[in-house]
């Protein structure tokens, strides 16, 4: 049985998208929330460990946001950032309108980390990022605020479930190791 079951994993993974070695899971470019111009995450943020959220305005764990914002706050100056892609997937859980999910963010929890586009993050319309995501990890999002944590390098380190708080000490330590290591060479 047990036999079985690896052969069918081992099909299973075989058939996910992966990240080609010419293409850098961060050289993907997005529009900053409710903006024009869009953001290279790669330029923007090389170098820098990243936690990176789907995001929900309507949602049971949105007052997550404090908590991200926090961890924002206080590893900022690091070389850290959180960047929240809002979503509607689960649910419908999102503002339609960018305007109201900006306003939303920043006036009830004083969000500050950078927002960018609303985006599909499961199924066959996930942006790619959110594909790549899924193939580093095995995981996908099954809610809102699920929560990734790149590295310095641009892979990677972790994952965790919306149930995972920011301020949870698993995360936090992971951050904090992850900004121990040195930058990567240029």
């Excluded at 929890?109 to 960018?116: A, D, E, I, L, Q």
């Excluded at 790549?132 to 929560?147: I, S």
């Amino acid at each position: 049985m047990k036999s079985v079951i690896c052969a069918v994993l081992a099909v299973v993974l075989a058939a996910l998208p992966t990240v080609s070695p010419a293409q850098d899971l961060l050289d993907r470019s997005f529009r900053p929330l409710a903006g024009k111009q869009v953001v290279n995450l790669k330029q923007a943020y090389a170098g820098d460990v990243l936690l990176v959220v789907n995001t929900a305005s309507k949602c049971g764990f949105t007052p997550q946001f404090e908590g991200l914002e926090a961890l924002h706050s206080r590893y900022g100056k690091q070389g850290f950032a959180v960047l929240g892609f809002p979503s509607g997937d689960f649910r419908e859980q999102e503002f339609t309108d960018e305007k109201e999910i900006q306003e939303f963010c920043t006036l009830t929890y004083g969000v500050r980390f950078p927002m960018f586009e609303k985006v599909h993050v499961v199924g066959d319309n996930a942006t790619p990022l959110y594909r790549d995501l899924l193939a580093a990890t095995g995981e996908a999002p099954k809610w809102n605020f699920h929560k990734y944590l790149i590295g310095r390098d641009g892979k990677v380190i972790a994952n965790w479930g919306s149930r995972t708080t920011p301020d949870a000490p698993e995360l936090v330590q992971a951050i904090e190791r992850a900004l121990a290591a040195p930058p990567p060479a240029r």
